[in-house]
């Protein structure tokens, strides 16, 4: 760098970023600092890790609980099990009936629900201001206390299957996901589906989910986070109230969840009983999340796939006029993680045609990188996207839970954004070059093959 | 905490008042009505140009011609093409997005309130000055037709568009959707022609929410949309929905399913409608969420599906009352007797005091909850003034909720869910679903995924 002007901005943004010629932006990422999020981290003696965000501007408060335990601990022969013990969580405990959770939340009037990832499990709940008591309440309950019987169980087993049916086997491409995981992944810890099989479904016992309960649902194998309107001192003490005398339990088990690096030039073809088009998705096996290389990769997503002046679609929806549907996305994990191209082809298109198009697009970009104009794009839309994330609670305090769960740290939320602007177009083009423009990748081609479909 | 003192939920700590001020109004000369909203909690602006049309004001030989000139309204104007307006609006992180629903057309824009000006400009260009190039019409044309036939795909869309056939008939609410046959014959005249007469500021109002000063906003709004010219407002005559008198079966035949998607439907209401308040605190009741009658019964007790829901559709004109739920196949017919066991209940039993206190509690509750981003915020303020709500309407929507009384609740559940006359629709495998179907129905239809009747 040739000189420095003024050493208290470039601490703030230490990176340089030459202006594009055509300036229609005020470079903001020079100018503008989001205030950082207020943030209070502290472990209860049990191990349960608690972070608090302090935020009055609105009188609600969102909870959310969560436990580092995803499908990627599901053993052998109970695949789905993560998920369906999700279920189990809202059956009832010591003093909560089965389905009181939902009721105390919404005559409180508030909003719930959990979900499931390769990841971590997550239950979360948004109330007027004046009900947290009532969430640390339920959740300490939960927690401390899951009460599971057998025709619980069998009835949220036909849930989870339904909800398989309608989510995945009933949707054409549903399951589209799911097979390419297979294909990307060597380890059985990433490589199979969250939703899991009907078979392994059936085979879950009561037993099962005690001890899952006993091994992954300890205070200090989880992390709860508060963000909105609330006092902190009075929280503090409903906190230690609620949760403070749950048991600890030894650490759950080592996980090994590393990959060899090569998925190699991978092909399958699916047979799609509901699906009217032919399709194609392509994946890629890259780094964790937050590293260098999947932060640039990230962004490279948004250069090739991300709206309407994205190359992709500029190339196969505009130009080449090939394409109904174009999608992409990247799927972050804490170990090995992946990144997905797919597109929905017109009638009578020719696919490899299209995945040439593809292919060119990355190398031009693993030759050339983005443009001055892209990476004034990437900045704006992340600064964008960063400032819509602070307006929700319950969004903040997803955040804040995701950093403190995964790197121990949730002032990372305050970090992140900087993290992801320092990213210069050199990194992307190089990573793209080593990730994407290779053979080294997976390609699911889905044929139809319905009664309905076109012969 | 000892044991006794966990065995009841903990009392709430002292509540907190939520009060949503009342934006400033205005309007240009041109009768361009303008609503602000200043609020500066984050750096942020949210803009929608909304108009009084929708695609039930599509000409009668112009079937999608509103919603083509909405989509198309970023395809290209006078000053830019449509890759240089994707690339100014994108590189700004912002968005610009135009689609039309059956009563209005909106144009949604939002940033960083940094780019306000820049947006707002944009906004302008494309509402004001868009060319619809014969050569982004052409593949408009050919992508929505691939759009119609990949939808028929979609159980969700196969019982939607049966459903709004049957409950609104020669209504225009009952078309969910354009033909292959009506996209092919939109031209760039037609568009062109329809915009000019339907996209008018006398027809139209300017709602903005976020970070700005309504005096500089005021300014900048008349100097972009002050020379924007009225016209006159096409006049409507839609045929009344018909009058039903028997309960009807209609199966979707879809090989290889592996559910059945149900909807059970009747005509409703608009959205003006003075039973609006009763019907939202007797629809939470009965299934609008996870704590209500048709969730619990249908779920939590039966486990014969992953969600079961009743839903009040209130559009402009009219409306539908509807039940819902994806199940598995061979408890099709169980599902339709739990159903009518609880739409029955819902008319002959007064609900409980307690089931009563709950739903208006969720109803309150959840308010400041939905205010809490931009967008939330947005679209409650747009509603209130499509709708032509009462001025003080989010002022007052707690108090409304609160003076719901059970005697209101089974007077409109008698009055707006007529089980007798329901229309039900199942999408699924009609080979498995008959049998177990149609003792619920007086009459039978099957149709094919492309909408052909089939022989019963």
């Known amino acids: 760098m040739l000189f420095r002007q003024d050493p208290a901005a470039s601490h703030v943004f230490a990176f340089f970023r030459p202006k594009c010629f055509d300036k229609t932006s005020k470079y903001m990422s020079e100018t503008f600092k989001l205030p950082p999020l207020a943030i209070e981290e502290y472990t209860l003696a049990n191990g349960l890790r608690v972070v608090l965000n302090a935020d009055n501007s609105i009188p609600v408060v969102s909870i959310a609980v969560y436990y580092n335990v995803g499908s990627r601990n599901e053993r052998e022969g109970r695949t789905g099990f993560a998920h369906l013990f999700e279920h189990m969580m809202f059956q009832g405990s010591e003093n909560v009936p089965k389905a009181g959770h939902f009721q105390h939340i919404m005559k409180a009037g508030g909003t719930m629900n959990g979900t499931t990832s390769s990841e971590r499990t997550n239950y979360y709940e948004t109330l007027p201001a004046n009900q947290l008591p009532l969430a640390l309440w339920l959740e300490s309950d939960r927690m401390r206390s899951l009460a599971v019987t057998q025709e619980n169980l ?36 990433n490589s199979h589906s969250t939703i899991g099989s009907m078979e392994h479904l059936d085979d879950a016992t009561v037993e099962d989910v005690q001890e899952f309960f006993r091994i992954y649902y300890a205070p200090n194998n989880a992390v709860l986070t508060l963000s909105g309107a609330f006092d902190k001192q009075t929280t503090k003490e409903l906190i230690e109230t609620y949760f403070g005398d749950i048991a600890s339990q030894p650490l759950p088990p080592a996980l090994d969840v590393s990959e060899p690096t090569e998925v190699a030039a991978t092909y399958k073809e699916w047979e799609d009983k509901l699906a009217p088009f032919p399709a194609f998705l392509i994946g890629w096996k890259i780094p964790p999340r937050r590293s260098p290389e999947f932060n640039a990769l990230y962004l490279a997503g948004k250069v090739l796939y991300d709206g309407d002046s994205s190359r992709l679609y500029q190339k196969l929806v505009k130009g080449e006029e090939s394409v109904i549907q174009l999608f992409g996305f990247t799927d972050e994990r804490r170990g090995p993680s992946s990144i997905f191209v797919g597109a929905i082809p017109k009638p009578e298109k020719d696919l490899s045609k299209i995945r040439e198009t593809i292919m060119n697009e990355i190398h ?31 969004s903040r305090a997803q955040q804040i839970a995701e950093f403190a769960l995964y790197d121990g740290d949730p002032t990372l939320v305050n970090t992140d954004l900087d993290e992801l602007l320092a990213v210069t177009a050199e990194q992307i083009r190089h990573a793209v070059g080593v990730y994407l423009n290779t053979d080294n990748r997976a390609l699911l081609d889905v044929v139809p093959a319905g009664k309905g479909a076109a012969a | 905490m000892t044991p006794e003192l966990r065995k009841s939920a903990p009392a709430p700590l002292a509540p907190v008042s939520f009060d949503i001020p009342q934006p400033i109004q205005a309007t240009l000369d041109n009768g361009l009505r303008v609503v602000i909203f200043e609020n500066e909690r984050l750096p942020l602006v949210s803009f929608r140009l909304a108009f009084q049309s929708g695609d039930t004001n599509d000409p009668k030989d112009s079937t999608g011609l509103t919603s083509a000139v909405a989509a198309m309204l970023v395809e290209g104007t006078e000053d830019y093409t449509s890759l240089q307006l994707a690339e100014k609006i994108e590189r700004l992180g912002s968005t610009i997005s135009a689609s039309a629903s059956d009563d209005f057309t909106i144009i949604s824009a ?12 944009l906004l302008a260009e494309v509402v004001l000055r868009p060319t619809f190039p014969e050569s982004e ?22 019982a939607g568009e049966q459903a709004a056939r049957l409950i609104y008939g020669k209504h225009p609410y009952a078309k969910v959707s354009p033909k292959a046959e009506d996209i092919e014959k939109l031209d760039r005249e037609t568009l062109k022609n329809f915009h000019a007469e339907t996209f008018i500021p006398n027809n139209a109002m300017f709602i903005v929410v976020g970070d700005v000063k309504r005096d500089e906003f005021l300014v900048e709004l008349n100097e972009l949309f002050g020379d924007w010219q009225q016209g006159s407002v096409a006049e409507t005559d839609f045929a009344e929905p018909p009058v039903r008198n028997s309960r009807s079966l209609t199966i979707v035949d879809r090989p290889d399913s592996a559910q059945s998607n149900i909807v059970i439907s009747n005509l409703g209401v608009k959205r003006t409608d003075p039973d609006y308040f009763p019907l939202i605190v007797m629809n939470q009741v009965l299934g609008a969420g996870a704590s209500s009658r048709v969730f619990m019964n249908l779920r939590e007790e039966k486990g014969y599906t992953y969600g079961a829901y009743t839903r009040l559709e209130t559009k402009k004109l009219t409306g539908e009352f509807e039940a819902t739920a994806e199940v598995r196949t061979a408890v099709t017919g169980d599902s339709l007797k739990e159903f009518f066991y609880e739409l029955d209940r819902i008319r002959k039993d007064k609900v409980g005091d307690q089931e009563l206190a709950d739903a208006k509690n969720f109803l309150t509750g959840v308010f400041p909850l939905r205010a809490e981003t931009q967008e939330g915020l947005t679209n409650l303020i747009v509603n209130q003034h499509l709708y032509g709500l009462p001025e003080d309407y989010l002022q007052t929507y707690r108090e409304n909720v609160d003076a719901v009384t059970v005697d209101e609740v089974q007077r409109v559940a008698v009055r707006h869910v007529r089980p007798d006359e329901m229309a039900i629709v199942i999408v699924g495998d009609a080979n498995e679903v008959l049998p177990q179907a149609k ?18």
Do not use: W
Not at chain 1, 369 to 382: D, H, V
Not at chain 2, 439 to 456: L, W
């Open chain 2, 439 to 456: 003792e619920y129905a007086a009459s039978v239809e099957i149709f094919d995924t492309d909408g052909n009747r089939k022989e019963t």
């Open chain 1, 364 to 394: 031009d970009l693993a030759a050339h990188g983005p443009t001055c104009e892209e990476m004034e794009k990437i900045e704006n839309q992340l600064i964008n996207d960063s400032v819509r994330m602070r307006q929700s609670s319950m």
């Open chain 1, 154 to 189: 069998d009835n949220q087993r036909e849930a989870v299957k339904e909800e398989k049916r309608l989510r995945y086997d009933n949707q054409p491409y549903g399951q589209i996901f799911d097979l390419i995981n297979e294909m990307i992944y060597k380890n059985f810890a």
């Open chain 2, 110 to 121: 939002s940033a960083l309130s940094l780019y306000s000006s820049e947006i707002l400009h």
């Open chain 2, 137 to 158: 019409l052409d593949l408009y044309r050919r992508n929505t037709v691939e759009h119609l036939k990949f939808q028929r795909s979609q159980p969700g869309f196969l």
